[in-house]
């Protein structure tokens, strides 16, 4: 092969090394991007620059050996711009390095002391003889920079390196720990082969680089070094672009995990609260029936006895006129008493609700607020039937609060209810064609808490609540039950 046939394939070489590093720091750019922690995103941007700005060089390089092979006429700062590029690349790989053993907070032993033992006296061996070069021969100052930043620093943050990527696998976590440290550890080897081979540097006339350099090994193996570090920067790119792969994984299936856990969270949560709504609107109505029967039995017998103690009393005091009048006055108000206790007594638990079922106990509650001036009608549709008794209870008070917003609101002496009971759901409308509101205008407590307690009661029965109504056209309050659900039963 002759040399511009080799220098050929050179240039190929060059623009895979670079293409191989390149792509090792978009792939790191990216996935730092995207790391939720802070710390760990901190960790890869070093690594992702420094694969950004070490592919460029190698293109450049690449550039340069064309230019100079054709003759090519070329800026005298382009070639220190290179240099620049491969000693900055090269301190982000020790930023890298640095960063890893802080974040694991690195504890030294007998071989880490020894490593940078060797590594110190490495570099003082390399400065003592720049020195010495410096001061016996002639030098130039581009190629002693440029040898110096493969020796200095590229050999010693490429095998700090291998360190802080095995570090990094030995703190894997998750259940890609096994595949994260096998790929880790191939990137950690392409990083001791790329370390070792930076010791082949251009021949100058400074010791080590005297004999050991670029130059002689292409004459003793016949291709040049960069064959080998393009090796390891693939080896480098596969294993750590490979471990980024798994490390997402690992970090998607965490994500996945965290929020299974919130929505079962939320779904306990809803199921507290709809177990606590259960045992209060059941508290309520116990409590409810208490009251109504202490008032029944208790109260309402004294009022009995009360008012015939009056009827006896009028028939011994015929003989005082005057005081007649003040007896009727009495019995009078006795009666209003009567019937008021009665309608509180229906009012907080109606009796026809627990014996007869929904239907009779809307007929009563029609009733009740006919004598307050409410026109009421109410037509059933399908079998009426007994329906589990939270069902039933809660039926009953949406529409009782329905028409009490109707009495206060609406501004109409009349209503409409219909109760459907159909093969697949029970449906329950309490319509009236009075001044209506808008559903959607957010409503300023207290003002809404009739309709936020109809809805809370709704989901407790599995229900679905509707309600239309505009300005001026009246409003319709929709409950649709399914048959088919069980909802929480007696005593659960």
């Not at 410096?134 to 493969?150: E, K, Q």
């Not at 606590?276 to 059941?282: A, D």
């Not at 309402?300 to 015939?308: D, P």
Request: net charge neutral.
């Amino acid at each position: 092969m002759n040399p511009v046939q080799f220098d050929t394939v050179l240039v190929l070489v060059f623009f895979i090394y670079g293409l191989a590093f390149f792509s090792l720091g978009m792939t790191l750019a990216v996935e730092s991007g995207r790391l939720p922690a802070l710390a760990d995103a901190q960790l890869l941007r070093p690594l992702a620059i420094f694969g950004l700005i070490h592919g460029t060089h190698e293109w450049l390089e690449a550039y340069l050996m064309q230019a100079e092979a054709y003759g090519a006429p070329m800026p005298v700062w382009l070639p220190w711009f290179r240099l620049l590029l491969l000693i900055t690349s090269f301190i982000f790989l020790i930023i890298f390095d640095i960063q890893v053993f802080r974040f694991h907070a690195l504890k030294l032993e007998k071989t880490g002391y020894l490593l940078l033992s060797l590594l110190g006296l490495y570099v003082l061996f390399i400065l003592v003889n720049a020195f010495l070069a410096i001061r016996s021969t002639n030098v130039a100052w581009f190629d002693l920079l440029n040898v110096l930043a493969r020796y200095l620093l590229a050999v010693p943050g490429s095998i700090l390196a291998v360190f802080a990527l095995l570090l990094q696998a030995k703190g894997a976590p998750g259940q890609e720990r096994p595949h994260l440290i096998t790929h880790l550890t191939v990137a950690a080897i392409g990083f001791l082969i790329y370390g070792l081979a930076q010791i082949f540097v251009p021949k100058v006339d400074m010791f080590p680089a005297r004999f050991i350099n670029a130059t002689d090994l292409r004459s003793w193996l016949g291709f040049p070094i960069q064959v080998v570090r393009a090796g390891a920067a693939i080896l480098i790119t596969l294993g750590l672009v490979r471990a980024t792969q798994l490390a997402e994984r690992e970090r998607q299936r965490l994500a996945a995990a965290e929020q299974k856990a919130h929505l079962e969270a939320l779904e306990q949560r809803d199921n507290l609260r709809h177990e606590l709504l259960f045992h209060t609107v059941r508290a309520q109505e116990d409590e409810r029936s208490r009251i109504a029967r202490e008032l029944h039995d208790e109260t309402a017998q004294v009022l009995t006895a009360f008012s015939l103690n009056l009827a006896t009393l009028r028939t011994y005091i015929d003989i005082v006129p005057e005081t007649t009048p003040l007896v009727d006055r009495l019995q009078i108000l006795c009666k209003q008493m009567s019937q008021e206790l009665y309608r509180l007594v229906h009012d907080l638990r109606p009796a026809q609700l627990d014996d007869l079922g929904l239907i009779p106990a809307i007929q009563t509650l029609k009733d009740s607020y006919a004598l307050q001036g409410l026109d009421v009608s109410m037509s059933v549709q399908g079998k009426s039937r007994r329906l589990d008794a939270i069902v039933e209870t809660v039926l009953f008070r949406l529409i009782q609060e329905a028409l009490n917003n109707v009495l206060r609101h609406a501004q109409i002496q009349s209503a409409q209810i219909l109760v459907n009971f159909g093969p697949q759901e029970i449906i329950v409308k309490v319509s009236d064609g009075g001044i209506g509101f808008d559903p959607e205008k957010p409503l300023i407590p207290p003002h809404g808490w009739g309709l936020a307690g109809m809805r809370e009661r709704v989901e407790l029965i599995k229900g679905n609540l509707h309600i239309e109504s505009r300005p001026g056209k009246g409003t319709t309050v929709e409950v649709i039950v399914p048959n088919s659900m069980e909802v929480v039963k007696e005593g659960s």
